[in-house]
């Protein structure tokens, strides 16, 4: 159970009295069991009457079919879910550490959803869940599985689209690094050995860019990694955030900006 954090604390107390507890789980991304208790606990009464009819879901707005019509940021978005989702029977659900990307990904799907907190021993990090049968139909109709962490195959992209989705990819399960030594440096990684393949084969094919062999951690067996170097690497990088807009994570544009800085 992820602790209270003090402005969750204020606000219930803020909003306890008058507001139902359904309500109150929805905004904080917390289970109804969940804010009865503290409820309890804290001394806080209800002066309202809340029957059980009442305690239903939320209805929150979403683009139902916004995985079947394919746009520049709707390819960021099924690359991101590849890389930092996960789908299940009925819902979809994405995790990230940055809040930022979370929201303007809530904000192409059309969604009102909440994004929750999570927290454990590791750090903190940030979930947007959707329950949606047609996003998980549509998700799988692209090709990506239910059980893709070591699975995962390329999903079917067109090829004007392929730089959007790489960019999603790369910023859910990516990282760019730069030295004096060793110049700019970019990996791509997966439990799936297969979608890197398939990822550096069309990087090969659509930019005629190189990369390094797929290749396996060692002592994990299940940890890929797929490599760009040097100017192979800058190819990419200004690949992926031409016409980005403002739909990448900053920190990880900031490093490539700052390898900018340094030849100058």
Same mark, same amino acid.
């Given at each position: 159970?992820?602790?209270?954090?003090?402005?969750?604390?204020? @606000?219930?107390?803020?909003?306890?009295?008058?507001?139902?507890?359904?309500?109150?789980?929805?905004?904080?991304?917390?289970?109804?069991?969940?804010?009865?208790?503290?409820? @309890?606990?804290?001394?806080?009464?209800?002066?309202?009457?809340?029957?059980?009819?009442?305690?239903?879901?939320?209805?929150?707005?979403?683009?139902?079919?916004?995985?079947?019509?394919?746009?520049?940021?709707?390819?960021?978005?099924?690359?991101?879910?590849?890389?930092?989702?996960?789908?299940?029977?009925?819902?979809?659900?994405?995790?990230?550490?940055?809040?930022?990307?979370?929201?303007?990904?809530? +904000?192409?799907?059309?969604?009102?959803?909440?994004?929750?907190?999570?927290?454990?021993?590791?750090?903190?990090?940030?979930?947007?869940?959707?329950?949606?049968?047609?996003?998980?139909?549509?998700?799988?109709?692209?090709?990506?599985?239910?059980?893709?962490?070591?699975?995962?195959?390329?999903?079917?992209?067109?090829?004007?689209?392929?730089?959007? +989705?790489?960019?999603?990819?790369?910023?859910?399960?990516?990282?760019?690094?730069?030295?004096?030594?060793?110049?700019?440096?970019?990996?791509?990684?997966?439990?799936?050995?297969?979608?890197?393949?398939?990822?550096?084969?069309?990087?090969?094919?659509?930019?005629?860019?190189?990369?390094?062999?797929?290749?396996?951690?060692?002592?994990?067996?299940?940890? +890929?990694?797929?490599?760009?170097?040097?100017?192979?690497?800058?190819?990419?990088?200004?690949?992926? @955030?031409?016409?980005?807009?403002?739909?990448?994570?900053?920190?990880?544009?900031?490093? +490539?900006?700052?390898?900018?800085?340094?030849?100058?």
């Amino acid at each position: 159970m992820k602790h209270w954090q003090p402005d969750e604390t204020q @606000y219930l107390i803020n909003h306890y009295e008058k507001t139902p507890n359904h309500v109150l789980a929805d905004h904080l991304g917390r289970t109804y069991q969940a804010i009865s208790l503290k409820g @309890y606990r804290m001394g806080l009464k209800k002066t309202i009457m809340i029957r059980s009819h009442e305690r239903r879901t939320i209805r929150y707005s979403l683009n139902q079919r916004v995985f079947a019509n394919l746009s520049p940021d709707v390819a960021y978005v099924v690359g991101f879910v590849l890389a930092d989702g996960t789908i299940g029977s009925n819902r979809m659900k994405i995790s990230n550490t940055n809040f930022s990307i979370l929201e303007q990904i809530r +904000f192409i799907l059309g969604s009102s959803h909440p994004i929750a907190q999570e927290q454990n021993r590791l750090g903190k990090w940030h979930t947007l869940t959707i329950v949606s049968m047609n996003l998980r139909d549509d998700l799988i109709a692209l090709g990506i599985s239910q059980n893709k962490s070591l699975n995962a195959e390329l999903p079917k992209i067109p090829d004007n689209f392929f730089s959007h +989705f790489l960019r999603g990819y790369f910023d859910g399960d990516g990282g760019v690094y730069h030295s004096k030594r060793g110049g700019l440096r970019i990996k791509f990684t997966s439990g799936s050995e297969k979608l890197l393949k398939e990822i550096s084969h069309h990087i090969n094919k659509l930019y005629a860019i190189n990369g390094s062999d797929v290749v396996c951690d060692s002592g994990r067996q299940h940890a +890929f990694r797929l490599w760009y170097c040097g100017k192979n690497a800058v190819a990419i990088m200004n690949i992926m @955030y031409k016409d980005s807009g403002n739909l990448y994570i900053e920190k990880k544009r900031a490093v +490539f900006n700052e390898y900018h800085n340094c030849l100058q």
